[in-house]
């Protein structure tokens, strides 16, 4: 018998101010190795957007919601459980590639506030609040699984057709914490780099000064040739050893008016800008705060709410 395999669906709920003939197609291509998206648009309210990432699980005809029915806690531990982890894993991070291909293009970027698991055609939505980068750590994925369990067990009550995770007020007090949290980190970030360099200012300068003293004693441009290029062997790209010999040849030859030292220093100096230039292209943005999930705001089918504490089981 053939192992159940899991599949899901993107379905792209956007801002429709957003939306436009160049975006569609940049999500198309962007997003279709993850299964053929969906866009659907709805109206915005003021400066603000509420963008959704749904993920819609599909099993087949296979019940897996349902604890009730025989083998659907078996196909959720034994099959969906990781597998949603991966799955959350890919969009979250196709998400943030897909900015920051945006910001390359200098294009406006999509951001979400909202991953959504589409559980059994409809029947229940877990809601996760995206953080500031529209990233999730995969590993939170297991809150859909508690949802899951409480909602099975007659906790959340009856009629339930979404989870939302933090609440509101959960959430308004995390992005207080946090937000004061990462402007303190700043100064601290600030402060130390004032510190760094000054540091390196006195170091540079005390160099000079070394340098400036050995000279007047110092051998011939082609004694200090030779040592360079030893150091320069050291090198770990070969495009910057070769670059240092030719600068050296040619302040032998007497075409440039710089020392073996100067030549080196500038060489490296421009590969380790290079490389921070590319590190900065392909690193992607720090979240401002990270977020917890243990308060939840349930969603009814008559449009009632109600919170509900994961930590206690209290359903206020």
């Not at 436009?20 to 997003?31: F, P, Q, V």
């Not at 603000?48 to 087949?60: L, P």
């Not at 294009?107 to 409809?122: K, P, T, Y």
Request: proline share 3%; charged share 30%; hydrophobic share 45%.
């Amino acid at each position: 018998m053939a192992k159940p395999h899991p599949s899901v669906s993107l379905l792209l709920d956007l801002d429709e101010r957003l939306v436009n003939h160049d975006l569609r197609l940049e999500i198309d291509r962007c997003y279709s190795y993850l299964g053929t998206p969906v866009i659907r648009t709805h109206a915005g309210e003021g400066d603000d957007t509420e963008n959704v990432m749904r993920m819609m699980v599909r099993m087949g005809a296979r019940e897996y919601l349902d604890s009730s029915v025989e083998g659907a806690d078996a196909l959720w531990s034994d099959y969906i459980e990781h597998w949603l982890l991966n799955q959350v894993h890919a969009v979250e991070n196709q998400m943030k590639i897909f900015n920051r291909r945006q910001r390359e293009e200098n294009r406006d970027e999509l951001n979400f506030r909202w991953l959504e698991v589409e559980l059994q055609g409809g029947r229940l939505r877990v809601r996760l609040r995206l953080d500031s980068t529209c990233g999730i750590d995969p590993a939170d994925s297991i809150w859909v699984s508690r949802v899951r369990t409480a909602l099975n067990e007659g906790r959340l009550g009856e009629d339930v057709v979404m989870v939302s995770m933090p609440s509101e007020a959960s959430y308004a007090a995390q992005h207080e914490a946090g937000m004061a949290a990462l402007a303190a980190r700043k100064v601290a970030e600030e402060e130390a780099a004032r510190a760094a360099a000054a540091e390196k200012a006195a170091a540079e300068a005390a160099a000079e000064a070394a340098a400036a003293d050995s000279f007047m004693a110092s051998p011939t441009l082609v004694a200090e040739a030779e040592e360079a290029a030893l150091a320069a062997e050291e090198a770990s790209d070969l495009v910057v050893q070769a670059r240092i010999r030719e600068d050296l040849e040619a302040a032998e030859r007497g075409e440039i008016e710089k020392t073996a030292e100067e030549i080196i220093a500038e060489r490296i100096a421009e590969e380790a800008h290079l490389g921070e230039d590319i590190q900065k292209k392909y690193a992607l943005p720090e979240a401002d705060f990270p977020l917890t999930f243990n308060q939840w705001t349930v969603h009814y089918a008559d449009g009632a709410t109600r919170d509900f504490d994961a930590t206690t089981g209290v359903l206020a």
